[in-house]
């Protein structure tokens, strides 16, 4: 998984507008039922955000993600992936996540993602960490109408049982891509971070990749205090990429 317990998202500005948190449940095509944080802003100053968990599900890490999104004016979401398989909504550090991968499709992830897009009932972007950074490169597709996606070390290739990834599906995607890597992951090697950038170049999607060269997996983390250039220079991007996706959209409409 990406984050220990104690992991939380930096906080490298102060909050432009105050905020409103609070649990929902939402209600996938499926007829599934499942857990999400929801934090609302104040006042509105950009693109709505789907936020994607890693294995873990929807734990702190991500309810305060979604918060830090809300201060900057960024509507979020984050979901969790395990209301049909799990007894209860506790994703603390009991829950035995490893024993329900099984039981995930990337149909019902995906279906759980437009709901929670739906529930934001406005142009969206998804933010995806690990397993839904990979999940949010996914996304890109046009069926799910995102003004943009980012992801934080997602596998952009080949991955054991899930099969081929986005970087075999490039020509299927749409929406621009920032995607952010550390360079000290030994999950992802740097070729497979070149071929999903050649992919792309080659689909012709918009896109931006970038790797830093000694952080790890899961550095966007304030705990991580070696790494907080890093961190800092991804929070940039994500707000800007963000706000550059509201242009495009604003000159669209």
Same mark, same amino acid.
């Given at each position: ?103 995930l499709t990337r149909e019902n992830i995906q279906a759980d993602i437009m709901a929670a897009a739906a529930h934001l009932g406005r142009p969206a972007a998804a933010l995806g ?54 360079? &000290?992951?030994? !999950?992802?090697?740097? *070729?497979?971070? /070149? $071929?999903?950038? @050649? %992919?792309?170049?080659? =689909? ?10 000694? &952080?790890?997996? !899961?550095?966007?983390? *304030?705990?991580? /205090? $070696?790494?907080? @250039? %890093?961190?800092?220079? =991804? ?19």
């Amino acid at each position: 998984m990406c984050y220990d317990t104690d992991a939380a998202p930096p906080r490298f500005q102060p909050p432009i507008t105050t905020v409103h948190g609070t649990t929902v449940r939402l209600t996938s095509a499926d007829g599934s039922s499942f857990t999400a944080y929801h934090a609302q802003p104040e006042e509105v100053k950009g693109l709505g955000v789907v936020v994607l968990p890693d294995w873990r599900g929807l734990h702190e890490f991500y309810k305060q993600l979604t918060v830090r999104l809300a201060e900057q004016g960024h509507p979020a979401v984050a979901i969790d992936y395990y209301g049909r398989t799990a007894a209860d909504d506790d994703r603390g550090p009991d829950f035995s996540f490893m024993s329900h991968l099984p039981g995930l499709t990337r149909e019902n992830i995906q279906a759980d993602i437009m709901a929670a897009a739906a529930h934001l009932g406005r142009p969206a972007a998804a933010l995806g960490f690990c397993m839904g950074g990979r999940n949010a490169f996914f996304a890109s597709a046009p069926a799910f109408g995102f003004a943009a996606v980012v992801g934080f070390y997602g596998a952009p290739g080949i991955a054991g049982p899930y099969g081929p990834g986005p970087t075999q599906h490039a020509a299927e995607l749409q929406a621009p891509i920032l995607a952010l890597f550390g360079g &000290a992951d030994q !999950g992802i090697p740097p *070729e497979a971070v /070149a $071929e999903f950038d @050649e %992919a792309l170049t080659v =689909a012709g999607v918009e896109h931006e990749v970038v790797t830093y060269p000694d &952080a790890p997996h !899961g550095f966007f983390d *304030e705990t991580y /205090a $070696e790494h907080h @250039e %890093a961190c800092h220079d =991804a929070w940039q991007r994500v707000l800007r990429f963000l706000a550059a996706a509201v242009r495009r959209t604003e000159r669209a409409s």
